[in-house]
Structures are given as C-alpha cells and as structure tokens.
C-alpha cells in the first residue's frame, strides 16, 4: 500500500515572502517544492495577462503539481496553489472558471501556511496589490481556507522568527498526521 503524500501549500497576498518560506522549508524538512509559475508566465507575455492566460497557469499548476504527485513522495511543499488562482479569477475578472472549483477541491492541501503582511510589500513589475489590497487579500484568503475547512497556521513576524514559526506549524501538524493519517 502507497502512504498518502503530505502536501503543504503557502498562500498569502503579495510580497509576504512565499517562495523565500517555501525555500527554507525545503532545504530544513529535505522534501521538493513546486515554485509560483505565474511570475515567469506574466513575465514572459509582452503583454497585459488575460482570462485566458490565467486559465492557462491554472492548467499548468495541475499539470505541475500532478507530475509531482506521481512520485509519491513523503512530503512536497507548494509554493502557492489554486486558492490563489481561484481568487487572482475573482478579484481580476469577476468570474471564475466552471470546471474550477471541482479542480480546486480534489486538490486541497493537507496543510496551509498563510502569511501575513507583516513583511514590506516591495514593488515590481508583476505586483499589482500593495498597501491596504493587501490586507483585504489576506482577508479573503483567510475566509477561504476557513471556508474549505482546512488546517492552516498564520505564519507572522519577519526572517528567522518567521521561518522558525513556519518550521515549528509543519513540525507540528507532520507529527500529527502522523499519528492520525485519516
């Protein structure tokens, strides 16, 4: 028999140090991550982004995180996932795609880690919600996981304080599917 993979995904709005978390959660718990594929996607348009092109990221989020889950792997980390994109739908274009939400709930996490803003938003050319968008963002994004009744931990403070309440949110919930897979 196949144990089930523990997937743990990190959400948060904008500029809340996401990658740089999943990163270090990583390289501490020796386990893979799927890095944000929307940054290069936009990055690499020329061009304003489209339903079509986050339709387009939310495919290949699947795809990604499928080719993944064939491993079997003990434990993957993801660096955002389709709560994002099912927001980044709403608050863009108002609508959401109909085969959606049925995508998004098979593929729940077993475990979130959302950060809060207490880390500056830092400008660039892909960001789009800074200063008080943030903390509307974080909001919804909290409502959600509260909404899908899923085990999440608010990850909070800044550098080493940041990441040790991250380590110690898996540490803990690892300890307890562990203990309790069901």
């Given at each position: 028999?196949?144990?089930?993979?523990?997937?743990?995904?990190?959400?948060?709005?904008?500029?809340?140090?996401?990658?740089?978390?999943?990163?270090?959660?990583?390289?501490?718990?020796?386990?893979?991550?799927?890095?944000?594929?929307?940054?290069?996607f936009?990055?690499?348009?020329?061009?304003?982004?489209?339903?079509?092109?986050?339709?387009?990221?939310?495919?290949?989020?699947?795809?990604?995180?499928?080719?993944?889950?064939?491993?079997?792997?003990?434990?993957?980390?993801?660096?955002?996932?389709?709560?994002?994109?099912?927001?980044?739908?709403?608050?863009?274009?108002?609508?959401?795609?109909?085969?959606?939400?049925?995508?998004?709930?098979?593929?729940?996490?077993?475990?979130?880690?959302?950060?809060?803003?207490?880390?500056?938003?830092?400008?660039?050319?892909?960001?789009?919600?800074?200063?008080?968008?943030r903390?509307?963002?974080?909001?919804?994004?909290?409502?959600?996981?509260?909404?899908?009744k899923?085990?999440?931990?608010?990850?909070?403070n800044?550098?080493?304080?940041?990441?040790?309440?991250?380590?110690?949110?898996?540490?803990?919930?690892?300890?307890?599917?562990?203990?309790?897979?069901g």
């Amino acid at each position: 028999m196949i144990k089930k993979s523990i997937k743990i995904a990190i959400l948060g709005p904008e500029s809340t140090g996401k990658t740089v978390l999943t990163q270090h959660l990583s390289q501490y718990f020796k386990a893979p991550w799927l890095p944000e594929l929307s940054r290069s996607f936009i990055e690499n348009l020329n061009r304003n982004y489209t339903y079509s092109d986050v339709e387009t990221i939310a495919h290949l989020q699947i795809t990604q995180e499928d080719t993944l889950q064939k491993q079997h792997l003990p434990l993957y980390f993801l660096d955002t996932e389709l709560i994002i994109t099912k927001i980044w739908f709403a608050q863009v274009f108002k609508k959401i795609p109909d085969w959606f939400e049925q995508e998004l709930q098979v593929r729940l996490a077993d475990f979130y880690l959302l950060c809060d803003t207490s880390i500056p938003w830092t400008p660039d050319k892909v960001r789009e919600n800074g200063g008080e968008r943030r903390e509307f963002l974080y909001r919804i994004y909290k409502n959600e996981l509260n909404g899908y009744k899923v085990p999440y931990k608010v990850v909070t403070n800044m550098n080493q304080q940041r990441f040790s309440n991250a380590v110690n949110a898996v540490s803990d919930f690892i300890s307890g599917f562990k203990n309790n897979p069901g």
